[in-house]
């Protein structure tokens, strides 16, 4: 029972503290334990805040990591880049003639980043000798005798890092040029001089163009007279008998039409004498100065306006159709085919595509266009045609290229194989090594001299005849109106045996295929071109991984 006489306190056993807090609030405050919740409550306070200072110091250390990584990411990238650039022009500089040959390098293996690269069936085995067709200006360097010494210039320090070449592969043909990869590592490295490690690496990838060009003139600039082509013929043999090597324009001060013959004798120097090699029933060297009445319209005699020479000189490889550039169809043939009975006569106008690219039209013919104009390539097989099967092929303001793959041409006639109103350079046939071939036709198999081009009858071809692994045959003609071919020819073998069959030389016909056609004139003695080549810049770069 309650004591009545005794009122209930409630501020018994508090302490001052919880006194004071009744005084104050006139009530009292129930306050909890210290010991009971509120360390616990610090102690999570103090966790969740040293958590959150880890997170944030993890964090802060990763990005720092990851600005490092990326830092050394950059100055590989930026080594290769020098690097590459530094390749390219110590070729243009000293070693112009190796922008035109692989280099394969065979030791790049994890193992061997930090060695000179090694190409021994490329660049280290090239030598400038007579069975090259690309030699150096007179400007250029020799590849240094010790090879060592040429590694050097592919594997050289950079800032804190190296670069080193790991391939240069070229895809086009020593006479036009094309393109070429080349792929340079860049390594920064650390540690001291004899214990170093590579802490980052990049790989770049550069397409870049390459050109001919005229030894001591820029890329692209006009070739001088002196640096043309200087022959309207060059052969290995001729019987020229009743056939003409004679200017376009009788009245021109310096001719054009030279004939030179690499396995004739060498020429009298008085040039009315004979050149019995060359099988000439009356051989002229100038109409004007040893004429004596002699009409080449009428009277059965063989003339050469121009000189004539004779001994080993650089008759260059024609060009053959470029797969990495233009694919891989297969030829066809103009006229009938055996083996494709189901075209029947096939003779399609030659014409340009409207875009670049595979010819819509024309199976085998590829289209560039260079500065808006167009260039038609066509794979041909073999050519069959006359005054009944005519052959018509327009230009337009380019130029159409044939590369023929097998072994036989036959034009009979009253044939124009292209209207006379085309300027020399805007048609060429191509008959050098063949680079297609079948399970029934082995064309791979034809060598120099094999292959022919049969002219006969009375027409005339306006065209560059770059065909080294062909005999051109010249039979009939009229003297009124004569087999002409309206342009100049390289051959294996040139046979006139018709009456008034002649090579009309334009006066331009020099500089016209130096400057289209990239082939020049050449020395006499066989030992370097009038020519070289130029890397011009970049089609295509970027960073590829490395490959071990």
């Not at 240094?144 to 070229?170: D, W």
């Not at 327009?394 to 006379?420: A, C, K, M």
């Not at 002649?502 to 370097?528: E, R």
Request: contains cysteine.
């Amino acid at each position: 029972m309650l004591n009545k006489s005794r009122p209930f306190s409630f501020n018994c056993g508090l302490s001052s503290k919880h006194k004071f807090l009744y005084l104050i609030h006139g009530s009292y405050i129930n306050t909890p334990s210290s010991g009971g919740f509120v360390l616990p409550m610090v102690i999570a306070s103090g966790l969740i805040l040293m958590i959150g200072a880890l997170i944030l110091s993890m964090r802060s250390f990763s990005g720092l990591r990851g600005a490092i990584r990326q830092s050394q990411g950059t100055k590989a990238e930026e080594i290769a880049e020098t690097g590459a650039n530094m390749i390219i022009q110590e070729l243009n500089q000293n070693y112009p003639y190796l922008l035109v040959v692989d280099c394969e390098v065979t030791n790049n293996s994890a193992s061997e980043q930090m060695e000179p690269p090694e190409c021994e069936e490329g660049w280290e085995s090239y030598e400038l000798d007579e069975t090259n067709p690309i030699g150096k200006c007179a400007q250029r360097q020799d590849l240094p005798n010790e090879i060592n010494e040429f590694r050097k210039l592919l594997y050289q320090p950079v800032g804190k890092g190296y670069y080193r070449l790991r391939s240069y592969e070229f895809l086009g043909d020593r006479i036009q040029g094309g393109t070429a990869i080349i792929q340079v590592q860049g390594q920064l490295r650390h540690g001291a001089a004899d214990d170093q490690k590579i802490t980052s690496s990049a790989v770049l990838e550069k397409e870049i163009t390459i050109v001919p060009k005229c030894c001591d003139l820029a890329p692209f600039q006009t070739c001088n007279s002196s640096q043309g082509w200087s022959y309207g013929l060059a052969t290995e043999t001729i019987a020229l008998q009743t056939g003409d090597i004679i200017d376009e324009d009788p009245d021109v001060s310096i001719s054009g039409a030279n004939v030179h013959c690499s396995s004739c004798n060498e020429p009298p120097t008085d040039k009315c004498i004979g050149w019995s090699d060359a099988g000439q029933m009356i051989p002229l060297a100038r109409r004007e100065a040893c004429r004596n009445g002699v009409d080449i319209t009428e009277d059965m005699v063989g003339v050469i306006d121009g000189e004539r020479t004779s001994g080993s000189i650089d008759i260059p490889e024609a060009p053959t159709w470029n797969t990495e550039r233009w694919g891989d169809p297969e030829p066809f043939t103009i006229g009938y085919d055996p083996f494709r009975p189901d075209r029947g006569y096939y003779a399609p106008k030659i014409t340009h595509a409207n875009q670049e690219g595979p010819h819509p039209n024309i199976d085998g013919c590829y289209t560039e266009i260079t500065n808006s104009k167009k260039t038609t390539h066509c794979r041909i097989k073999t050519i069959s045609a006359s005054s009944q099967s005519k052959l018509d092929i327009d230009p337009g303001d380019g130029d159409i290229r044939f590369y023929v793959e097998g072994s036989t041409i036959n034009l009979s006639g009253d044939h124009f194989i292209i209207p006379d109103d085309a300027k020399f350079g805007q048609f060429a046939i191509f008959g050098g090594a063949s680079t297609w071939e079948s399970a029934h036709e082995k064309f791979k198999s034809w060598g120099k001299g094999d292959k022919s081009l049969n002219f006969s009858g009375s027409g005339e071809i306006n065209a560059f005849l770059h065909m080294p692994y062909f005999n051109i045959n010249f039979s009939g003609g009229e003297c009124w109106r004569p087999l002409i071919v309206r342009g100049a020819a390289i051959t294996n073998g040139w046979n006139s045996t018709g009456d008034c069959a002649q090579i009309q030389v334009p006066t331009n016909a020099s500089t016209t295929i130096c400057d289209t056609y990239s082939v020049c004139s050449t020395t006499s003695n066989k030992t370097n071109n009038d020519m070289e080549f130029a890397a011009i810049g970049t089609k295509r770069w970027d960073y590829v991984q490395l490959q071990p």
